[in-house]
């Protein structure tokens, strides 16, 4: 089977979030299971020296978009697992500071640079060597491209054109832009229509995924049920509920070979289940680093996130602000985002020294190190639709303190709903005071050395490895080519 993935962020080249992971960990668990993989992917600035070495000469081409001929090259690169990944060069558009905006501002041209993408995708699929039998388009960004595939195999006389999926890792984001960014798409007026990409009188990238995909995922079983209500739909919920059908969730899964703590070059000292001694020195290193006092009894609380509306940052601030004072903690943040919430956190590290860290901005290494440091993560999210921190901290064990939601509530077992395997706290209302309520709960475990134990060694047993949830897009795609 050959199965082309599209998206807008592939690690380890590029990154903002869980996104980056995940396509790049599927995408290596179907190489080496026997898939034949191939990744579109744009060519950012800084990557080359991330890039192992070009294979073949750099392919050029040119689109017409918006009036407009626009030239682009492919880099192939062919990695170990077998992957091979199609970096989509244009600089106009890639080779800048940011992958989506600089500061708080969306670039002007993200309708022109992500359509390019997307087209440039549609080309790679059309000119396989090998053909391609399955098109798997991943967010917004790349939400076009189902459509451009459908059009083509309509219109377009494009006989055996690859099925497609399209998966969704968060509806928040939906690409939306005037209606004048339909040009961009080279598809005749005609297709621009409310069971396409029209939707509140401009053009929506997500939904026409939504609409023209042959098959819809996203990444956990409960967020697939979530997004056909209007509380979690993000406006969508209509266009989804006509499709329920053809929706299904998989959870996400962690790349252990690089999330592991036995042999991780970011991580100062070594530990398993079976000896968890050096999960107490990476605390003390941790505390050392991040100007925490140095105390191995006190409990540590970690957080390490986008700081936006979705991952519930302020709940977390205000349940600092009341537990502070009174309790004996200590927390460390790593994060960047939203400007108000870096204020604040910056304003408890100040008022709390020794007790409240907080380091604004993005570094993968102090990711891994805030994991293996912390007692209990906090993940007070009003949505998730997976979630990789508290996978990754089940495995390191800190603790999850999570909102029951997406994929939080499908991966971190309560004790209230299994004592036995009980991996973390879940909490329900997105309230500052549930949050307090489950952070104090944290705090009564931490009392047990015997019930941190059983929440501990239960979580770091549990595996969530791709080789396993990979199956399960090969058993989808197998679905979507030949029928369940
Ligand atoms: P989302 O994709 O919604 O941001 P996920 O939990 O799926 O949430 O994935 C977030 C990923 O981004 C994780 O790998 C996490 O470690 C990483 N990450 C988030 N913020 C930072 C940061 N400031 N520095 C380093 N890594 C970060
Ligand atoms: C999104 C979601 C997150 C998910 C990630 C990867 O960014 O917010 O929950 O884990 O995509 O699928």
Known sequence: ????????????????????????????????????????????????????????????????????????????????????????????????????????HDYADNAARFLFLARAALLVARHAAVPVEVVHAHDWQVGMLPLLVHHARIAGGWHGAPRTLFTIHNLAYQGGFASQAWLLSGLPWSWYHLESAAHGGGVNFLKAGLCLADALSTVSPRYAREICTPEFGCGLDGVLRRREHDLCGILNGVDYAEWNTTRNPALPHAYDSADLRGKALNKAALQREMGLAEDASVPLFGNVSRLTDQKGCDLLAQA???????????????????????????????????????????????????EAASDFYVMPSRFEPCGLNQLYSLRYGAIPVVRATGGLADSVVDARDDAASATGIHFHEASVTALHWAMRKALALHASPEAMEHYRLNGMNRDFSWETQAREYVRLYGEILHGP
Do not use: C
């Open 320 to 370: 600092l602000e009341r537990m502070l004072p009174g309790e004996r903690m200590q927390f460390a943040l790593l994060g960047s985002g939203d400007p108000v919430l870096e204020r604040s956190f910056r304003s408890l590290a100040a008022r709390f020294p020794g007790r409240v860290a907080a380091r604004i901005g993005f570094d993968p290494g102090l990711a891994h190190r805030i």
């Open 1 to 104: 089977m050959h199965v082309l993935l599209a998206a807008s962020e592939l690690h380890p080249y590029s990154k903002t979030g869980g996104l980056a992971d995940a396509v790049g960990s599927l995408g290596r668990a179907l190489a080496r299971s026997g898939v034949r993989v191939t990744v579109v992917t744009p060519f950012y600035r800084g990557m080359a020296s991330r890039m192992g070495p070009v294979t073949g000469t750099p392919w050029r081409f040119d689109l017409l978009l918006g009036g407009e001929w626009v030239e682009g090259e492919f880099m192939r690169v062919r990695e170990e697992s077998g992957m091979e990944v199609w970096f989509v060069r244009n600089d106009p558009f890639f080779d800048r500071p940011g992958l989506y905006n600089e500061g708080q």
